[in-house]
């Protein structure tokens, strides 16, 4: 029988970089990755931000560095990722693809680099970006907030985070299968609802958070392809021992499951629920009966003192 659960500390983060690590030179899932990044970053059109700093959280091989640069050409870019098989992959990007940009004073080329580091440690200075945006990562992490939080203490004052997650719908049609089939010991990956999403982001102190989702539903005529894809989307990492799933028994009975469930054109359909949040880091917050500063406000606040 699957478990359901959204509860993201099921999720194995060794699991989650072995995954990834394996699929470093994969293309399969890009279609996905890329649509869904298309669509954030229309998000610029009316969110209006000017970063000097911008870190992207998940940034893989590192590919979407152009879209910054054409965007936010005098912004450095820091990319930062817990596979070292995508980071290395992002490092030969980088290394492709130098920046010709040369800032407004001084010969300095805008810099690009990236980092092997856990979302939620990530090492680098407190309040030294102006923008956080992740793509489609957030989801993959034990402790979502542990990551807000530190985007809370990466960002400048008014710096703005933006990401998107899979939402708990995204493939309700492999639970079904799952049910149907009646497999015994799985475990299928926790997704979050997006109110959720919220309310953590009001609690790590964010300010006036925007959360929305959009329904996409991609059709295949095969189940062995459906499943192919859902590995490269990722897979499964809280995956538990001696699941019936990881056998080829269990893995023909979910296809028979899956056949059984196409549409009246005959495809079968796989869900994916995409959703998007963005907020902003204001100068002090309440935590309880605690109020917050920034060191960035405090330092202001002293200079002109």
Same mark, same amino acid.
């Given at each position: ?12 983060? +060794? ?15 890009? &279609?996905?990755?890329?649509?869904? &990044? ?6 610029? +059109? ?9 870190? +992207?959280?998940?940034?893989? +091989? ?143 102190? &964010? ?44 893995? &023909? ?53």
């Amino acid at each position: 029988m699957s478990t359901p659960s959204n509860d993201p500390s099921i999720i194995i983060i +060794d699991r989650v970089i072995k995954q990834f690590d394996r699929r470093a030179n994969s293309k399969d899932a890009l &279609f996905l990755y890329d649509e869904v &990044f298309s669509r954030m970053f229309e998000k610029f +059109d009316y969110i209006k931000s000017d970063p000097k700093t911008i870190i +992207d959280l998940g940034c893989a +091989d590192g590919r979407h560095y152009i879209n910054f640069r054409q965007r936010f050409k005098n912004a450095q870019y820091i990319g930062v990722d817990a596979s070292p098989q995508r980071i290395a992959r992002c490092h030969e990007f980088l290394s492709s693809h130098p920046s010709q940009k040369k800032r407004l004073f001084g010969s300095k080329p805008v810099s690009a680099e990236c980092m092997l580091a856990d979302m939620a440690f990530t090492g680098l200075m407190p309040e030294s970006a102006d923008l956080i945006f992740s793509n489609l990562t957030l989801h993959c992490h034990p402790n979502p907030m542990a990551v807000f939080n530190e985007c809370r203490r990466l960002l400048r004052v008014d710096g703005l985070l933006l990401f998107s997650v899979f939402g708990p719908s995204t493939f309700k049609q492999l639970r079904d299968a799952i049910k149907l089939a009646g497999l015994k010991n799985v475990r299928t990956h926790p997704y979050i609802d997006m109110h959720d999403y919220g309310d953590m982001l009001m609690e790590c102190g &964010f300010a006036d958070p925007v959360m929305d989702q959009e329904i996409l539903t991609l059709t295949y005529k095969s189940s062995k392809k459906l499943l192919d894809d859902i590995y490269a989307f990722g897979g499964n990492a809280c995956a538990l021992p001696q699941s019936e799933i990881a056998t080829k028994s269990g893995y &023909f009975k979910l296809c028979e499951a899956l056949e059984q469930a196409r549409n009246a054109v005959g495809q079968i359909e796989l869900t994916i629920e995409i959703a998007y949040g963005h907020a902003w880091k204001l100068a002090s917050y309440k935590k309880g009966q605690e109020t917050r500063v920034s060191l960035e406000s405090l330092r202001s606040s002293l200079i002109r003192k």
